[in-house]
């Protein structure tokens, strides 16, 4: 029996006049929308209003025009009846009708690493127990849940088996939705997702100022243990409408399918160059790309592994979107892909971003790639950039070249996104002789490493012969020194700790007690920091020796500022319990001491990579306020007096703190802040400690359009606090931040 629309539906229909074409059609089987508006607030340039079963939402942007999107429910599913754009002064284009989100995600199963239970097995924690399983499993490092078997060396209680991993394809059930006007942008959700072991609801949020479009389900599971990703993507695209999808290949060369050829019975996977695919008509364009931090797990290496995808679904009509890969393609890095944790009850956020305009493929990669400056660290006058912690095995690689004066890829790919000053740690796991202290040994390598590095810098250019020694110390640390220096971690009966030798001059030997290696950072002026803090080999620390005294001295920093490791969606700050409760912990702690602030620093913490590898993502940098770079002859101490005053910011590359100040004195203070950012933000934070508790202040920055700069003046009463620091984080959870000061020395 045929189901004819009920005379309600007709009616409503005709009222409207139909909409156009295809979406005028699949309108008289509409379901009746219910949407619940008293959160929002008409304003210029952003409204919303329902007419017939339909919700339609504006918004402009003065320089590029107006974008419009119409939501409706088709048998339970929320559907984009239009996406249009239209010029200053032009009529409305469609872009896409009769849209709708698609969602999978595939899950498996948490396990903690060997090296993590090893460092508390050695505090005399008890490892089998469930409390330090559950809690340190969030943050392994060496996991890779869609590995079947698995590697046993890596993580207990394998192999993995393939039940274990799920995939599963977003439903829904819905008959309403809710509007929000959340200062310069309108969020309309609507509830009754299911997807397997997630259920939640699906939100679009458009944005004031900027064809910028995002797409997310929000979704959470009550099943413990779930590592997972998602693949996301927007269907019902025509070839009518816009015939072409187009990219840039990792060698940077135009490409565009045209949808000519047979059907795809899934997702083909793109690598494009900055993570950015284009649908393309006559009438406008979408860009579509993920954020560019938090989809992003930690990795060693930078392979662009393809997160943009299409899928040709009928002779007309397609899908576009973004995808994570399910493991490393690199043999060697395949048992480290630790994907995202989803902790149960946490509400993920499962995002990507569209962005619309009335112009063509190249107006619309453009527009996408200002959200991350081009992939491009900006200068900013007064500051000098500054990346540390890289493993690419840099001496041997010359060695076997024949020439230490031969270019690596490596640094010329740093330099052309924007970095001034590299450090490097070499002596790590390559083939280097680690522990070998006679001149043909460990001294020859040094002696390479550092002609090397100082034929590889240039002006306004400087590579850094550091090291990652993970000896002495406990867990992993990076060590900073202001000039070459030979030193050994042995040393043999009848040697003094330091000695002079005909070859290489000044010689220190350092044994594996922390006494030491504090020796020797006190006689060259070195100092360090914990690398990747309560994970990989540094899981429980620096907690493991807050108590030291080699961690209370001044030569000691701080900690690495590493994302990543243990990336939850749920979370609105990048690496929050593993690098800002440690450091704010430690602050605390070390508040009535005579000890300079702990300070975060950003760090890398890579392997080889290449020119047409994706960096940009997996680099946090600092912004280290210096007018001159130094040059690989001079004395490096000012690189190591900036961070240890804490006189630099850090960023994920889209938000810059240009100036900030902490000023007047005594209780009365006043933190000031110049602000420039891409994504809209979302909130700043003044984060303060009492020697006792940490607190914070956070204010909403949801009013502010994409694409601005912001001066922030904010009262601080500083009675009773020990220190202040101040941090900016925008709605794709990329942030920057300050260093902590103390408020009363």
Request: glycine share 8%.
């Amino acid at each position: 029996m045929m189901l004819l629309p009920s005379m309600h539906r007709i009616r409503s229909a005709a009222r409207a006049g139909f909409l156009a074409g295809a979406a005028g059609i699949a309108s008289l089987f509409a379901d009746p929308l219910k949407a619940d508006l008293s959160a929002y607030t008409a304003a210029a340039g952003l409204t919303a209003a329902v007419e017939n079963d339909v919700l339609t939402v504006t918004w402009a942007d003065a320089a590029r025009g107006e974008f419009r999107a119409r939501y409706a429910i088709d048998q339970g599913q929320p559907v984009i009846r239009e996406l249009a754009v239209r010029k200053a002064g032009g009529s409305w284009a469609a872009l896409g009708q009769n849209l709708s989100a698609e969602f999978v995600v595939k899950t498996g199963r948490r396990r903690i690493d060997f090296v993590g239970l090893g460092n508390f097995a050695r505090a005399g924690q008890d490892i089998t127990s469930r409390e330090v399983k559950d809690r340190e499993a969030w943050y392994s490092f060496w996991d890779a849940p869609f590995v079947i078997p698995g590697e046993p060396t890596r993580n207990p209680d394998l192999p993995r088996l393939p039940s274990e991993i799920a995939v599963a394809r977003g439903e829904f059930k819905t008959t309403s939705c809710s509007v929000k006007t959340d200062g310069a942008r309108i969020e309309v959700d609507f509830p009754g997702l299911s997807m397997g072991i997630f259920s939640g609801g699906i939100r679009f949020t458009h944005y004031r100022g900027a064809g910028l479009y995002r797409v997310e389900a929000i979704a959470k599971t009550e099943q413990n243990m779930v590592a997972y990703k998602y693949d996301l993507g927007l269907k019902g695209l025509t070839t009518a409408t816009m015939p072409r999808v187009r990219w840039l290949d990792t060698g940077g060369n135009a490409q565009e399918y045209q949808f000519g050829g047979a059907r795809h019975d899934g997702p083909v996977t793109v690598r494009a160059k900055n993570r950015v695919m284009v649908a393309e008509g006559p009438a406008g364009s979408i860009a579509v790309f993920p954020p560019p931090t938090v989809f992003f797990p930690a990795r060693e290496v930078d392979t662009n592994l393809g997160y943009v995808w299409y899928r040709k679904d009928a002779e007309a009509r397609y899908t576009m979107g973004v995808k994570q890969a399910d493991r490393e393609d690199v043999p060697k890095y395949l048992q480290n892909f630790a994907l995202y944790n989803a902790p149960p009850g946490t509400m993920q956020r499962m995002a990507t971003y569209f962005y619309l305009t009335p112009g063509d493929g190249a107006a619309a990669r453009t527009a996408a790639l200002a959200y991350t400056y081009n992939d491009v660290f900006k200068p900013i006058p007064g500051y000098k950039t500054f990346v540390n912690h890289f493993h690419l095995e840099f001496t041997d690689r010359l060695r076997a070249s024949g020439s230490l004066d031969t270019q690596t890829p490596d640094l010329a790919a740093m330099r052309a996104i924007g970095i001034n000053v590299v450090g490097m740690s070499d002596f790590h796991a390559d083939k280097l002789k680690l522990n070998d202290s006679g001149p043909g040994g460990r001294f020859a390598d040094q002696k390479d490493y550092f002609a090397g590095t100082a034929r590889a810098s240039d002006k306004d250019f400087l590579v850094v012969p550091w090291e990652e020694p993970s000896v002495a110390f406990g867990g992993h640390y990076n060590i900073l020194f202001p000039r070459p220096i030979f030193y050994s971690k042995v040393r043999t009966a009848g040697q003094q700790w330091v000695e002079q030798d005909p070859q290489f001059g000044t010689v220190y030997h350092a044994t594996n007690a922390p006494e030491e290696m504090q020796k020797v950072l006190d006689a060259t002026n070195a100092y360090w920091y914990t690398a990747h803090p309560r994970t990989k080999s540094s899981a429980g620390y620096p907690d493991f020796y807050w108590d030291q005294p080699f961690i209370q001295n001044d030569r000691y920093l701080g900690l690495a500022f590493k994302p990543g490791m243990g990336m939850d969606l749920s979370e609105s700050r990048l690496a929050e319990w593993r690098t800002f409760d440690a450091v704010d912990t430690m602050n605390n702690m070390y508040a009535d001491t005579k000890l300079r602030p702990k300070v975060l620093i950003g760090d890398v913490d890579t392997y080889q990579k290449w020119p047409h590898d994706d960096l940009f993502p997996g680099f946090t940098v600092n912004y280290l306020k210096m007018d001159r770079v130094p040059g690989p002859d001079d004395d490096w101490s000012s690189i190591m007096k900036t961070l240890s005053d804490g006189n630099f910011f850090v960023t994920t590359g889209e938000i810059h703190i240009r100036n900030y100040a902490v000023q007047g004195t005594g209780n009365k203070r006043t933190i000031v802040a110049d602000v420039d950012y891409t994504f809209p933000l979302e909130f700043v934070e003044v984060v303060w400690g009492d020697g006792k508790k940490i607190d914070r202040q956070i204010i909403r920055a949801t009013e502010l359009p994409p694409m601005g700069t912001k001066r922030y003046s904010i009262p601080f009463d500083a009675t009773g606090k020990k220190w202040v620091r101040f941090a900016v984080w925008d709605s794709a959870v990329n942030g920057a931040f300050v260093q902590p000061i103390w408020l009363h020395r």
